[in-house]
């Protein structure tokens, strides 16, 4: 059984730091291409950035969303089966669950973790 | 461009059928047959319906179907059940490892 497991979340201050987690299991991990996707609470969801299966130069490919660029990290160790969400320069806007998704069938997001809440706030 | 454009509710008796559509631009719905539809209840993760356009993981009934024409998806449920009400939303996939979503939209079953 597929299972996506995201830790880390939590209340932080604006502007510090905070890294997101997710553990992946029941299929191998280094096949697949993995995301995270936000959603403020009660809003609609927002694709926040995706990665290949791996970063080397044969096979990575990073994307990030223009509100996270240049602040958030992605980042996998696929030898541990977990993908990360290294968070910078957070803003209170950044506030919202983060859930952590396989991309599989036909570049969808086939499994999704339960999420993961960050609020960022003074 | 912030998000695909989606009705924010649609309704309809059980039994009936409805549609949502799916509005983007000839970047990212226009240009690729990457587009999946996400069923959300409240509390839980998404749930993927439909990807590449119209076609259902297994598990999925044949009540969902989704088609493509242009910039517009969109997502027809049949037959509907008191348990298809929730938040439906779009994606596509854009170009240069980026993806897009749409606003979500609220289905009602009467």
């Known amino acids: 059984e597929v299972q996506l497991v995201e830790s880390g979340g939590g209340l932080v201050q604006p502007g510090r730091s905070l890294r997101l987690s997710c553990a992946a299991s029941?299929?191998?991990?280094?096949?697949?291409?993995m995301q995270w996707v936000r959603q403020v609470p009660g809003k609609g969801l927002e694709w926040v950035s995706g990665m290949s299966w791996s970063t080397n130069w044969n096979g990575g490919s990073i994307g990030y969303a223009d509100s996270v660029k240049g602040r958030f990290t992605i980042s996998r160790d696929n030898a541990k089966n977990s993908l990360y969400l290294q968070m910078n320069s957070l803003r209170p806007e950044d506030t919202a669950i983060y859930y952590c998704?396989?991309?599989?069938?036909?570049?969808?997001?086939?499994?999704w973790g339960q999420g993961s809440l960050v609020t960022v706030s003074s | 461009q912030s998000a695909l454009t989606q009705p924010p509710s649609a309704s309809g008796s059980p039994g009936q059928s409805i549609t949502i559509s799916c509005t983007g631009t000839?970047?990212?719905?226009?240009?690729?047959?990457?587009v999946s539809w996400y069923q959300q209840h409240p509390g839980k993760a998404p749930k993927l319906m439909i990807y590449?356009?119209?076609k259902r993981p297994s598990g999925v009934p044949d009540r969902f179907s989704a088609s493509k024409s242009g910039n517009t998806a969109s997502l027809t449920v049949s037959g509907l059940q008191a348990e298809d009400e929730a938040d439906y939303y779009c994606?596509?996939?854009?170009?240069?490892?980026?993806?897009?979503f749409g606003g979500g939209t609220k289905l009602t079953v009467l």
């Open positions: 998704a396989r991309r599989g069938l036909g570049l969808a997001n086939d499994y």
């Open positions: 029941g299929f191998t991990f280094d096949n697949y291409a």
């Open positions: 590449e356009v119209n």
């Open positions: 994606s596509s996939y854009r170009g240069s490892d980026k993806y897009i």
């Open positions: 000839s970047s990212d719905i226009g240009n690729y047959n990457y």
